[in-house]
């Protein structure tokens, strides 16, 4: 909002600067003059209104009067006082008093002037008001009709913000809960900002500082004056509906506290919830927290804040893929090894299991082999014994089965005896 | 197009995989394939460093248009 002291002559009016010069001393308009032959006339019959009982005025002659001089006698001035009985009516105006000690004046705020006013003032309040002094011919009385208001210590701000903030809290806007991660790495930055203004200056040169991969997208609105609210909730809006963001930093380089005072606008702090990607706030220099502040995803506090809380710089990149390519190698590697480690293991089994299966064999061999052994007549033959066989190879076991001369042989454990019958035969027993 | 923000999240897609438990060779030595290529691309996508600034521009039929600011 521009300074009440710098708007202060324009509000005056063309004809007040051009007739008067602002002094201290209130000046007095004289009643405008009647035509001559009126007044030649009136004077004749009657005398000068409100002379004598017969030249009366009427009370509306005298409210009217009044109001032409005292009106015309003062320029519009800041006024010094206390608020008491404040009232809000029905009709959307404001009706209180500003008294001192010694004196009080009533006074007004229609309700077209309050949008230059952040909040209804308090009764007990320290207050400079700006109007200018007129008369409501209808009560009779004198009536201060305000146009802006300014509290002792910022007080109607501190309180408008308080509501404020009451309001968005109510509706759960300011929840912890409800802010959004900001993209790792966006690719497409809207910023709304005064187009010529210091922060688009600054994010751009942080991006360019930082070599970013990004591009910025400026959408332009005015950050400080009476249509700033609008145009920022406006360019939000666009945003929204452009759809090409992947964030979005709202702000504005620093300034007088008056200059910041958009961002605490409702309307922009709802227009901020209301965005459809995540947004960083970034509103001047100052200590003090924005309401847009406290509803935007992020506070940055500086345009250049919100540049760097936005992107990532090319090393910080650079760093993040070497991690990665490290962890994929060194991974692969594992696998590679672990899968030669296994197949060693299974040729180990293999072979174990293989050696294992011939060991085994050759015990049953042997075993079979012994019995084999056993059973063979050789093994008999070898302990001494003898076995006759006839030339036709049958074993000769009995007595009957030699005939006299009979040619035969014996088979003894290593070799053949070719022998021969030559005494008779003798049965035992 | 791939965004860069896509092959980062494949890269850890496949580092994760290969630090699993159950990674059979082939399938490994394709994951590394794809990861290396990924790294390749995602390496040249911040080499092209552009900081541009462009400015939001509404068309009376509410389509957007960007301007190259001179910034």
């Known amino acids: 909002m521009t300074s009440p002291r710098r708007r202060a002559p324009r509000r005056a009016g063309a004809a007040d600067l051009d007739l008067f010069e602002p002094s201290d001393a209130p000046r007095v308009v004289p009643p405008p003059e009647p035509a001559r032959s009126y007044v030649s006339e009136l004077i004749e019959h009657v005398g000068y209104p409100g002379e004598s009982a017969r030249s009366a005025v009427t009370v509306s002659m005298l409210t009217e009067t009044a109001r032409d001089v005292i009106e015309g006698a003062f320029i519009p001035i800041w006024v010094r006082g206390e608020v008491s009985d404040f009232k809000a009516h029905r009709n959307g105006h404001w009706y209180f008093c500003l008294r001192d000690r010694a004196a009080q004046i009533r006074c007004v705020v229609w309700n077209r002037d309050q949008f230059r006013i952040p909040a209804a003032p308090d009764n007990g309040m320290q207050v400079a008001a700006f109007g200018r002094l007129t008369v409501y011919a209808a009560r009779g009385e004198m009536q201060f009709t305000i146009a802006k208001i300014e509290a002792d210590g910022d007080g109607l701000r501190r309180k408008a913000l308080e509501i404020t903030r009451a309001r968005l809290e109510a509706d759960g806007l300011l929840a912890l809960d409800r802010k959004r991660p900001l993209p790792r790495f966006p690719r497409v930055i809207a910023v709304v900002t005064s187009p010529d203004g210091a922060a688009l200056h600054d994010i751009s040169a942080v991006l360019r500082r930082r070599s970013a991969n990004v591009r910025l997208v400026v959408v332009p609105a005015a950050v400080q004056g009476a249509s700033a609210p609008e145009e920022l909730c406006f360019a939000l809006d666009q945003v929204n509906r452009w759809g090409g963001a992947d964030v979005v930093i709202i702000g504005r380089g620093g300034g007088a506290h008056e200059d910041l005072w958009a961002f605490n606008d409702e309307r922009v702090a709802r227009a901020v919830a209301a965005c459809r990607v995540p947004t960083i706030s970034a509103v001047g220099h100052e200590i003090d927290i924005s309401i847009c502040d406290l509803v935007a995803d992020v506070r940055a506090a500086t345009p250049s804040a919100a540049a760097e809380a936005a992107t990532r710089s090319q090393a910080e990149l650079r760093g993040e893929l070497a991690q990665l390519s490290s962890r994929i190698s060194s991974a692969a590697r594992a696998v590679v090894r672990a899968s030669a480690d296994r197949l060693r293991h299974l040729a180990r089994d293999v072979a174990a299991a293989s050696s294992d299966h011939v060991a085994s064999r050759r015990a049953q061999l042997e075993t079979v082999a012994g019995r084999l052994h056993v059973l063979s007549p050789l093994a008999t033959l070898a302990r001494g014994y003898a076995v006759a066989r006839g030339e036709d190879g049958s074993t000769l076991d009995s007595v009957a089965a030699f005939r006299d001369r009979m040619s035969f042989e014996l088979v003894v454990h290593d070799g053949v005896v070719p022998a021969k019958v030559t005494r008779p035969r003798k049965e035992s027993r | ?71």
């Open chain 2, 1 to 71: 197009m791939t965004t860069f923000e896509q092959r980062l999240a494949r890269l850890e897609e496949i580092a994760a995989e290969l630090d699993g438990d159950r990674v059979d060779l082939s399938r490994a030595l394709e994951l590394f394939e794809e990861g290396i290529e990924n790294l390749r691309a995602a390496s040249e996508d911040v080499a092209r460093a552009e900081a541009r600034v462009q400015r939001l521009i509404e068309r009376a039929d509410g389509s957007f248009d960007l301007d190259e600011s001179d910034d």
